[in-house]
Protein backbone atom coordinates (compact mmCIF):
# COMPACT_ATOMS: atom_id res chain seq x y z
CA UNK A 1 0.00 0.00 0.00
CA UNK A 2 1.25 3.49 -0.72
CA UNK A 3 0.25 6.47 0.39
CA UNK A 4 0.27 10.60 0.22
CA UNK A 5 -0.52 13.22 2.32
CA UNK A 6 -1.87 16.37 1.74
CA UNK A 7 -4.12 19.29 2.40
CA UNK A 8 -1.19 20.93 4.69
CA UNK A 9 -0.46 24.87 4.37
CA UNK A 10 0.08 28.03 6.47
CA UNK A 11 -3.27 29.07 8.29
CA UNK A 12 -4.34 31.61 11.58
CA UNK A 13 -4.94 30.12 15.21
CA UNK A 14 -8.48 29.03 15.50
CA UNK A 15 -8.89 27.91 11.71
CA UNK A 16 -9.77 24.55 10.01
CA UNK A 17 -7.55 22.54 7.74
CA UNK A 18 -8.61 19.62 6.10
CA UNK A 19 -5.74 16.53 5.19
CA UNK A 20 -6.43 14.48 2.79
CA UNK A 21 -4.50 10.91 3.07
CA UNK A 22 -4.84 8.91 -0.79
CA UNK A 23 -4.42 4.79 -0.56
CA UNK A 24 -3.28 3.20 -4.10
CA UNK A 25 -2.33 -0.76 -4.14
CA UNK A 26 -3.88 -2.95 -2.29
CA UNK A 27 -6.51 -0.81 -0.44
CA UNK A 28 -8.18 -3.62 1.29
CA UNK A 29 -5.49 -5.08 3.29
CA UNK A 30 -6.12 -1.60 5.19
CA UNK A 31 -7.64 -1.76 8.28
CA UNK A 32 -6.36 0.93 9.98
CA UNK A 33 -5.71 4.35 8.87
CA UNK A 34 -3.51 7.13 11.32
CA UNK A 35 -2.48 10.33 11.30
CA UNK A 36 0.79 10.98 13.39
CA UNK A 37 2.32 14.86 13.68
CA UNK A 38 6.13 15.50 14.38
CA UNK A 39 7.26 19.61 15.20
CA UNK A 40 10.77 20.02 15.05
CA UNK A 41 12.99 18.88 17.66
CA UNK A 42 10.34 16.72 18.85
CA UNK A 43 9.82 12.96 18.40
CA UNK A 44 6.81 11.85 16.18
CA UNK A 45 3.52 11.78 18.08
CA UNK A 46 0.03 9.88 17.35
CA UNK A 47 -2.69 12.17 16.21
CA UNK A 48 -6.06 9.71 15.74
CA UNK A 49 -6.26 6.45 13.88
CA UNK A 50 -9.73 4.72 12.30
CA UNK A 51 -9.77 1.37 13.22
CA UNK A 52 -11.84 -0.49 10.02
CA UNK A 53 -12.56 -3.52 11.67
CA UNK A 54 -15.06 -2.00 13.56
CA UNK A 55 -15.28 1.93 12.93
CA UNK A 56 -14.17 3.58 16.23
CA UNK A 57 -11.42 6.34 16.05
CA UNK A 58 -9.21 7.18 18.33
CA UNK A 59 -7.92 10.70 19.20
CA UNK A 60 -4.63 12.12 21.23
CA UNK A 61 -6.02 13.77 23.88
CA UNK A 62 -5.29 17.67 23.00
CA UNK A 63 -6.88 17.09 19.38
CA UNK A 64 -10.28 15.65 21.18
CA UNK A 65 -13.34 17.52 20.03
CA UNK A 66 -11.44 20.22 17.90
CA UNK A 67 -9.95 16.88 14.89
CA UNK A 68 -12.41 14.67 13.43
CA UNK A 69 -10.91 11.45 11.30
CA UNK A 70 -12.75 9.68 8.68
CA UNK A 71 -12.57 7.81 5.30
CA UNK A 72 -14.58 6.79 2.29
CA UNK A 73 -16.60 3.50 1.73
CA UNK A 74 -13.64 2.60 -1.21
CA UNK A 75 -10.37 3.05 1.32
CA UNK A 76 -8.35 4.94 -1.30
CA UNK A 77 -8.98 8.12 0.95
CA UNK A 78 -8.94 9.31 4.35
CA UNK A 79 -9.34 12.97 5.77
CA UNK A 80 -8.12 14.58 8.81
CA UNK A 81 -10.90 17.32 9.65
CA UNK A 82 -8.82 19.83 12.02
CA UNK A 83 -10.64 22.58 13.95
CA UNK A 84 -10.10 25.40 15.65
CA UNK A 85 -6.24 25.16 15.09
CA UNK A 86 -3.66 26.18 17.62
CA UNK A 87 -0.47 27.00 17.28
CA UNK A 88 0.71 24.19 19.05
CA UNK A 89 -0.73 21.85 16.35
CA UNK A 90 2.09 23.16 14.13
CA UNK A 91 3.73 20.17 13.02
CA UNK A 92 4.67 17.75 9.69
CA UNK A 93 1.38 15.54 10.16
CA UNK A 94 1.61 11.72 8.20
CA UNK A 95 -0.70 9.20 7.73
CA UNK A 96 0.24 5.41 7.91
CA UNK A 97 -1.44 2.08 7.95
CA UNK A 98 -1.46 -0.79 10.05
CA UNK A 99 -3.57 -3.92 11.04
CA UNK A 100 -4.87 -2.29 13.65
CA UNK A 101 -5.05 1.45 15.86
CA UNK A 102 -2.08 1.92 17.94
CA UNK A 103 -0.21 4.58 19.30
CA UNK A 104 3.47 3.54 18.51
CA UNK A 105 5.14 3.86 15.01
CA UNK A 106 6.28 1.13 15.13
CA UNK A 107 2.97 -0.98 14.35
CA UNK A 108 2.62 0.78 11.23
CA UNK A 109 4.14 -0.71 7.97
CA UNK A 110 3.57 1.47 5.27
CA UNK A 111 3.69 5.75 5.49
CA UNK A 112 3.06 8.78 3.57
CA UNK A 113 5.20 11.40 3.33
CA UNK A 114 4.26 14.20 5.02
CA UNK A 115 2.81 17.51 4.96
CA UNK A 116 3.17 20.69 6.87
CA UNK A 117 0.89 22.36 8.05
CA UNK A 118 1.52 26.10 10.41
CA UNK A 119 -0.65 27.44 12.96
CA UNK A 120 0.65 31.02 13.29
CA UNK A 121 -0.64 34.97 13.06
Known amino acids: VQLHASGGGLVQPGASLSLSCAAS????????IAWFRQAPGKEREFVSC????????FYEDSVKGRFSISRNNAKTTTWLQMNSLKPEDTAVYFC???????????????WGQGTQVTVSS
Open 50 to 57: LSDSDGRS
Open 96 to 110: AAAHYCSNFTQSYRS
Open 25 to 32: GNVLDLEA
